[in-house]
Every structure is written in structure tokens, then in C-alpha cells.
């Protein structure tokens, strides 16, 4: 069986009922090799059919593999194709009236350090699955279940570290632009009016030691 993707034909051979893996990474595409292995797929003419299977997904993703699945169906490449459409449509539909899981709950608890008011720490409560809905299909996904809550947990305590440290961050680069304005200006002012100051009472020292002068004169002279 050939797929019409280079890379699959020369590196895997296919037959009849044999399974063909597609993963991805986030940001690449796999609905699109998906899509494109069920419109070119042949059998050297002989007739054989495509079956789509995937978790779960997202509704927008869901919708994503109806729209090309009904492409390649109506571009005329096999009924198969079209009944995975029908299936896919179907499975967005129960996904939309799935009851949708309540949202985590996130507490965070703030303090102040040095005037900067800052979270100091963030718990992240994921709910647990509701009684209603379907079991996982294999231990993969319940494993992958406990992994996401980690997560979860993990993203919100990276957010309130993350977030102290910007605020710490910009209290710092304000306390330093405060102290250049005060080395580049105010010190320099201050620093001339000190001057003045010193000047002004060194003036006064001088007149009034030559007033004492004057005084102790005129009492030696019996004035």
C-alpha cells in the first residue's frame, strides 16, 4: 500500500490493516499529512478504505478534521472517506454536549517586601474528573490526566514567580533611575548650596572675631 507521501513510502511498508502512527509536536501540522494519506493512499487499484482514529480532541480541532475529511470526500476518493467525515461530525457533536469539567481554582497569597507589593505564593486546585464522564481508554490517558494537573499546578506557581519577580524587577530599575537623578542633580545642587553655606558662615566668624577684637580695644583704652 502506498500513501503517496515520499517520506512514509520509502521507510515503512504498509499492507492491509496495518496501523500508521501520526504524532505531532505543538505549532506542526498533522491534520494536514492525515488528510493528505486518505486522498492519495491506493491499493495498486484494488478496493480498500481509510479509518481515522484520534483521542478526543478539541472542538475547533474536531471541526478542522470534518472540514478536510469532507474535502478529500468530495473531491471523489472513496465512501470510506466520507463515513470517517460522518463519524468525525458525530464525535464533534457529543464533544459540544460533553459536560465540560469545572475550571481550576487558583489562590494566590500576596505580600509586601521593601515597599513592593508582590504574590508570594500561588495553589492551583484541579477539579477531579466528573462521575458522568467516560472512563479513559487506556492507563496512557489517565497518566496523562495526573501529568496535565501537574502542570496546571506548576504553571500557576511559575506565574506568581514570575510575576514577583517582574514587580521586583521594576522596583529596582525605578529605585535606579531615582538614583542617578539624585547623583546627576540633587547631589550637585545640594552640594553647591553647601558651599554657599560654608562660605556664609566663615564670613560670620570672621566679623565677629573682628567685632571681639573691637570690643576688647575699646576696653583697654577705658571707653
Not at 45 to 58: I, K, L, N, R, S
Not at 70 to 91: D, K, N, P, Q, S
Not at 102 to 127: F, H, K, N, Q, Y
Request: proline share 7%; glycine share 8%.
Amino acid at each position: 500500500m502506498l500513501t503517496g507521501i515520499s517520506a512514509v513510502d520509502a521507510l515503512t511498508t504498509l499492507v492491509r490493516g496495518q496501523k500508521l502512527p501520526v504524532f505531532s509536536a505543538a505549532g506542526l501540522p498533522h491534520l494536514e499529512p492525515a488528510a493528505q494519506i486518505a486522498a492519495q493512499a491506493n491499493l495498486g487499484g484494488e478496493p480498500f478504505c481509510v479509518v481515522f482514529a484520534a483521542t478526543p480532541p478539541p472542538r475547533g480541532t474536531a471541526a478542522r478534521r470534518v472540514r478536510s475529511a469532507e474535502t478529500v470526500a468530495r473531491a471523489g476518493h472513496g465512501g470510506g472517506v466520507l463515513g470517517a467525515a460522518r463519524t468525525a461530525r458525530r464525535g464533534a457533536r457529543t464533544l459540544s454536549t460533553r459536560p465540560t469539567r469545572r475550571p481550576a481554582e487558583l489562590e494566590i497569597t500576596w505580600t509586601s517586601t521593601m515597599g513592593v507589593r508582590l504574590p508570594r505564593a500561588a495553589s492551583c486546585a484541579v477539579p477531579d474528573a466528573d462521575p458522568d464522564e467516560p472512563a479513559p481508554a487506556n492507563t496512557a490517558l489517565v497518566h496523562a490526566g495526573a501529568a496535565y494537573a501537574d502542570a496546571v499546578r506548576a504553571a500557576a506557581e511559575y506565574a506568581a514567580a514570575g510575576a514577583a519577580a517582574r514587580a521586583v524587577g521594576d522596583e529596582l530599575l525605578s529605585t535606579r533611575r531615582w538614583v542617578r537623578a539624585v547623583r546627576r542633580h540633587w547631589i550637585p545642587r545640594l552640594e553647591t548650596v553647601l558651599a554657599r553655606v560654608d562660605a556664609g558662615l566663615e564670613q560670620n566668624e570672621h566679623e565677629d572675631a573682628v567685632r571681639r577684637r573691637w570690643v576688647a580695644d575699646m576696653q583697654a583704652q577705658g571707653r
